[in-house]
Every structure is written in structure tokens, then in C-alpha cells.
Nanobody, 124 residues
Framework: QVQLVESGGGLVQAGGSLRLSCAAS????????MGWFRQAPGKERDIVAA????????EYADSVKGRFTISRSNAKNMLYLQMNSLKPEDTAVYFC?????????????????WGQGTQVPVSS
């Protein structure tokens, strides 16, 4: 049974930081690529960051470059998103996702498994 469980969300003030975590288990891929997505109310679910199996390649949405950092620990089956300098426009539900690697996956349609999401409200 595949499980992706996000944690670390919560209310934060603009300018603050949060670290999201995603615990993965049961993935059928030997070298999964992973990513973080977010969905604001009334909007599409958009990619925030993606990372290759090795962690050597990462990609970010333009809106978060320089503020967010994606990382992973394959030994612990964990994915992370460090979010700094948060803005009210970062308010969304954040989702962890996994797909067949080893290369990073840029498109939502390439991801096969999703977590339930964690809310990140950013107050101004």
C-alpha cells in the first residue's frame, strides 16, 4: 500500500519559514522521482519543486526560486520542502507526489501517487 504523508504545515506570518516533510512508503518504483505541488482555493494544482532520485537535480517554479529548497533522504524515505521568506500568495494546500524516476518530473501528469496535503496559510 502506497502512502505519502505530509506534515509540517500550519499558520505562519509573512516573512517566516516552515519546513514541510513527506514520509513515503510502499512506492512501487525502485528510484522514484518526487515533487511538491500546491493548490490555492479556486486554482489549479501547480508544481512548486521537483527532485530527481539522486537529489542531484532540482527544479523550482519561478515564484519560489531563491526562497524554497527541496531535498530528500532516500535512506529515510523522506522528502522535504524548506520554505523561507513566505508571502501571503504562498497560501495553499501543499501536496507531496511521487512518480517513476530516476529523473525529475516537471509535469503533474507524470506523478502517480499523491499525499493528502497539508495546509499552509500565510498571514500578512
Amino acid at each position: 500500500q502506497v502512502q505519502l504523508v505530509e506534515s509540517g504545515g500550519g499558520l505562519v506570518q509573512a516573512g517566516g519559514s516552515l519546513r514541510l516533510s513527506c514520509a513515503a512508503s510502499g512506492l512501487p518504483f525502485s528510484r522514484p522521482a518526487m515533487g511538491w505541488f500546491r493548490q490555492a482555493p479556486g486554482k489549479e494544482r501547480d508544481i512548486v519543486a521537483a527532485i530527481s532520485w539522486s537529489g542531484g537535480t532540482t527544479e523550482y517554479a519561478d515564484s519560489v526560486k531563491g526562497r524554497f529548497t527541496i531535498s530528500r533522504s532516500n535512506a529515510k524515505n523522506m522528502l522535504y520542502l524548506q520554505m523561507n521568506s513566505l508571502k501571503p500568495e504562498d497560501t495553499a494546500v501543499y501536496f507531496c507526489a511521487a512518480g517513476s524516476g530516476p529523473y525529475y518530473l516537471a509535469s503533474r501528469g507524470n506523478y502517480d501517487y499523491w499525499g493528502q496535503g497539508t495546509q499552509v496559510p500565510v498571514s500578512s
